[in-house]
């Protein structure tokens, strides 16, 4: 398939929005001594770092990897943990970090797996929201931009492995088939 990337939202936009996320963030758990912000690999790296900066407190991080989308645009919804944590969450605050939400599928099964650890809180960061694909419910505490029912990559989002490295989120656009 040929394709173009168009720019949907901006490096400074995000910038101010990720700035804005993590001062919120920050003075919900400011009387939190046991924050575990855990990422979801690979797409929520690049916003994982930017938001624990902003947030400019001590926590421990640690990450999880799931698999539901292959290398294709549309998520398969057979959601498996490729990698788990490391860390033990019991009694302890967490905030699960991800890149999008789209179908709820992925976000809807590792919230089950996190709260059978029985954590003291779970709460959801997501930098993007696609509200109008939604299959399952999902209680997202805090979302970074809602978007169109489109395919986007960069900011640590990828298409097949490639454009994690983009400052900005970028639509993919179809040239040919």
């Not at 033990?88 to 709820?104: C, F, Y």
């Not at 989002?157 to 639509?171: F, K, N, Q, S, W």
Request: charged letters at 30%; one cysteine or more; aromatic letters at 6%.
């Amino acid at each position: 398939m040929e394709y173009e990337i168009k720019e949907l939202i901006s490096q400074s936009q995000i910038a101010s929005r990720v700035k804005a996320l993590g001062d919120e963030i920050r003075e919900r758990y400011k009387e939190t001594d046991e924050l575990v912000i855990v990422g979801l690999l690979r797409g929520a790296f690049v916003f994982l770092a930017d938001l624990a900066r902003e947030m400019n407190r001590p926590s421990q991080i640690d990450f999880m990897t799931t698999s539901s989308y292959g290398s294709g645009m549309e998520s398969a919804r057979n959601v498996r943990i490729v990698k788990d944590l490391e860390d033990d969450i019991h009694q302890r605050d967490v905030l699960l970090v991800d890149d999008i939400v789209d179908t709820g599928h992925t976000l809807q099964k590792v919230s089950e797996v996190l709260n059978s650890r029985n954590p003291r809180s779970l709460s959801i960061c997501v930098l993007l929201d696609k509200p109008s694909r939604r299959e399952r419910v999902v209680n997202i505490d805090w979302v970074g931009f809602s978007i169109p029912d489109t395919f986007v990559i960069g900011y640590g989002i990828d298409y097949a492995g490639a454009h994690r490295e983009l400052p900005y989120i970028g639509e993919v656009v179809k040239t040919t088939d």
